[in-house]
Nanobody, 122 residues
Framework: QVQLVESGGGLVQAGGSLRLSCAAS????????MGWFRQAPGKEREFVAV????????SYADSLKGRFTISRDNAKNTVYLQMDSLKPEDTAVYYC???????????????WGQGTQVTVSS
């Protein structure tokens, strides 16, 4: 069992930055690939980024490359999402999730956090 708790969301102006954190419980964190997803009102949950178990491999949604950076610290059981040059369309609830397979598909993730709201004002 893995419990995930996100933090770091909030209100930011367009062009600003936020760093999300996701703290995991348990001693198995390093055995999971970790992903970030987001869901805006009235829209489906969409893939943002994923990082491998060791942190040596990452993948991003094409539309977010160059603005978002995913990283992890296995010693701290934490995964991060650095978001720069934020736009109003980035407004959503952001979720972290753990997967044994590390894909871009939400249904392949085994554990989810409760989400953290990110609001970008214009």
């Amino acid at each position: 069992q893995v419990q995930l708790v996100e933090s770091g969301g909030g209100l930011v102006q367009a062009g600003g930055s936020l760093r999300l954190s996701c703290a995991a419980s348990g001693r198995t964190f390093s055995t999971y690939a970790m992903g970030w997803f987001r869901q805006a009102p009235g829209k489906e949950r969409e893939f943002v980024a994923v990082i491998s178990r060791s942190g040596g491999s990452t993948s991003y949604a094409d539309s977010l490359k160059g603005r978002f950076t995913i990283s992890r610290d296995n010693a701290k059981n934490t995964v991060y999402l650095q978001m720069d040059s934020l736009k109003p369309e980035d407004t959503a609830v952001y979720y972290c999730a753990a997967s044994k397979r590390g894909t871009t598909t939400p249904r392949n993730y085994d554990y989810w956090g409760q989400g953290t709201q990110v609001t970008v004002s214009s």
